[in-house]
């Protein structure tokens, strides 16, 4: 079923229609959109080490958004964001000496794709539920935190740097699911409001198999975030 139909007047009553009229609005297929949000990543990570645990910790996102709409039901939407997917590593009992621990700030920017599709009811405003998935880029990653030597296990010192990449044991490839939900409200025939709650859920490990006891770690990210659309 085609997204809109507009019936042909007869020749007695004919009229022109403008273009920016509501007929032709509702027949636009083609949606852009600047968005920008907040992050909270929770990293999933495995048992390989007792004394070592990952926090979720909080962000920003940003980027555009593409979205085709067929069918009035049903749209396909893409883009590309820039999402922050950090979070707070710890290692406990350093050395064996109960109470001796550390903490870093880990800072991570990803570039994601994604491809979802779109279902939504509603009249002027519409409610949408999204289901696809992502793949992306590790670009860039900080960490901030304590370092204590091995010799003295008693000095702490702060460090802020950037981190940098080993191809042997980072993997910067990204890719996963992502759903959600959103609503959408118009402000004119042309511009609107998005508002999406969306989870990005990892199915790859940031770190590449190099050694034989390894604790793999996932990403678990929940968007939420405010676009402004333009129709074409």
Known sequence: MA????AQPSESNRTTVSSNSPEIAQCSKWTFG????????SPAAGSAYTNISYDPFVGISYGLSVRYTPF???????GISRIAKNYFFSRNNIMGIEGASYGTMVRNTFFDVPLMADLSIGKKVRYHLFLGAY?????????EGEAIPVENVGEVSRFNEQYTFNSIR??????????GLGIS????QR???????????GLTDLQKPYMTQLNPIYNTTFLLQVAATYKL
């Open 3 to 6: 997204s809109c139909v507009i």
């Open 185 to 188: 409200i118009p402000c004119s």
């Open 34 to 41: 600047l968005q920008a949000g907040a992050t909270l990543n």
């Open 135 to 143: 793949v992306g880029f590790w670009g860039k990653s900080t960490m």
């Open 72 to 78: 009035k039901w049903l749209a396909v939407r893409t």
């Open 170 to 179: 980072d993997n910067r490839f990204d890719a996963g699911l992502n759903y």
């Open 191 to 201: 511009i609107g409001i998005d508002v999406d709650m969306l989870w990005y859920y």
